[in-house]
């Protein structure tokens, strides 16, 4: 496999940092994948399995290797627009498909409105589009708890309830605010405040940000891109896939089992290991349709 080559790139408000790892085969068309708030390293065992291609990963702008030069909150728009400048530097105007994963996935149905002639197929593997559920109210609600208790009490204390809701099955009860909360400590996070207001999930906005925001159907539908809602089959009932099945139900599209689960394609990065193999395995199958 080619040596990645890491580049960064000024673009407004941050310095971004991609990666690159030419492919064997020049007449492949190059393969970008995104993620949010997740970084390039959650791709590595992933971009792997595709060494016939291309492969461009990127840090979004509030994650590890990039840096913020703004103290404005970024929106599924802004990363649109900072995914569409990391491929004109990486690859070029396109054509490129992409599998953008859960708020990747929210950035990427905004970059096909806004740029619809750059991706051939895009793969969006469980967008966490709390908007398109029918229980979008009391879900949102759990989302903006989620936000205050990470602001007022720190990390731990706003991360445990962000577990414990994206681990329900089904519809978000309208008391779930109300619940006594989860103790950090049974996820293994810390009860104490250390003060830092940082987190990529959490912090600046993003879980709002990107939960709320309502895609474009019509500039999508209308756009010559292949929108291909996708998500695990060890999902069932789980805000991922009850919104990756809205989505494809909003575009008139079928979704798309891969197998695993939200994080299928990680190979042991960030302490989490699905199943790599076979998800590359479907993700070619999908992209070569």
Do not use: C
Request: aromatic share 6%.
């Amino acid at each position: 496999m080619t040596p990645a080559t890491t580049h960064t790139i000024d673009v407004p408000g941050a310095v971004l940092t991609y990666d690159v790892r030419p492919g064997s085969d020049a007449d492949k068309t190059p393969l970008v994948m995104v993620a949010s708030p997740m970084a390039a390293a959650g791709f590595t065992t992933l971009a792997g399995h595709f060494t016939d291609r291309t492969v461009v990963t990127y840090d979004p702008r509030q994650s590890e290797r990039s840096k913020l030069t703004t103290d404005a909150h970024p929106t599924p728009q802004t990363h649109a627009d900072d995914i569409h400048r990391v491929i004109q530097a990486a690859v070029g105007p396109g054509p490129v498909d992409v599998l953008a994963s859960s708020g990747g996935a929210v950035n990427m149905l905004a970059f096909v409105a806004a740029h619809p002639d750059v991706v051939r197929t895009l793969v969006a593997h469980e967008p966490p589009l709390v908007s398109a559920l029918p229980d979008r109210k009391t879900a949102l609600a759990a989302i903006h708890d989620v936000r205050d208790t990470y602001e007022r009490d720190g990390l731990g204390p706003g991360m445990a309830k962000f577990l414990a809701l994206i681990m329900h099955s089904g519809e978000i009860p309208a008391d779930w605010t109300d619940r006594p909360a989860p103790d950090p400590t049974q996820f293994g996070l810390p009860a104490e405040d250390d003060g830092s207001r940082e987190d990529p999930m959490l912090g600046r906005d993003h879980i709002v940000n990107t939960t709320i925001y309502e895609p474009d159907y019509a500039a999508i539908t209308a756009a010559p891109t292949r929108i291909v809602p996708a998500y695990g089959i060890e999902s069932d009932g789980l805000i991922t896939q009850r919104a990756t099945i809205r989505v494809a139900d909003a575009l008139g599209v079928e979704p798309t089992r891969f197998p695993s689960d939200h994080g299928g394609f990680l190979g042991g990065e960030y302490g989490q290991t699905g199943n790599p193999d076979s998800f590359a395995a479907r993700l070619r199958e999908v992209l070569d349709a």
